[in-house]
């Protein structure tokens, strides 16, 4: 066999040109009626693949805010009902639980307060027992007496002495 080559001139035409060219037919008559020509959505989407450039105010850590139509929303896994009865007595217990802890220490607090009032008033009852009394029965010694002195000098009840 001979090697003849032969070439043949074969266009190679792909499934995205011809779709490409069917559109372009379609938009040029749809031209004429509509001067605005729409964008698809699946162009939208490969526009927002594009990574953009550096922002003109250069905080590159912002990043565009989508709207929240374009959030997907999960419901999430939901319980079944023995398990959301459970988890609720569960949440009430402990809630009952913390409640009486607080409520404890409260009232140790409430019962270290009265106990400390007790002792200072005990305290204070046992200065004015123990304290030395001299009852000044000439008031005209008052008169004479310095000014220091005077300080240090108080009125009592002498009937409970």
Do not use: C, H, Y
Not at 122 to 145: D, F, P, Y
């Amino acid at each position: 066999m001979i090697n003849d080559e032969v070439t043949t001139d074969v266009k190679v035409v792909r499934a995205e040109d011809i779709l490409n060219d069917e559109k372009s037919d379609v938009d040029s008559n749809t031209e004429t009626s509509n001067p605005m020509p729409k964008k698809n959505k699946k162009e939208k989407s490969f526009e927002q693949q594009i990574p953009k450039g550096k922002p003109k105010s250069g905080r590159t850590w912002k990043e565009e805010r989508k709207r929240f139509s374009s959030i997907v929303k999960t419901r999430g896994t939901r319980m079944s009902l023995d398990k959301r009865q459970k988890l609720k007595e569960d949440l009430k217990r402990v809630k009952e639980l913390s409640r009486a802890i607080k409520e404890e220490k409260r009232a140790q607090k409430e019962a270290k307060k009265e106990r400390r009032r007790a002792n200072l008033k005990r305290a204070e009852e046992n200065q004015r027992k123990s304290e030395i009394v001299q009852v000044i029965t000439n008031t005209a010694k008052l008169k004479k007496i310095k000014k220091k002195n005077l300080r240090t000098i108080q009125k009592r009840d002498t009937v409970n002495l």
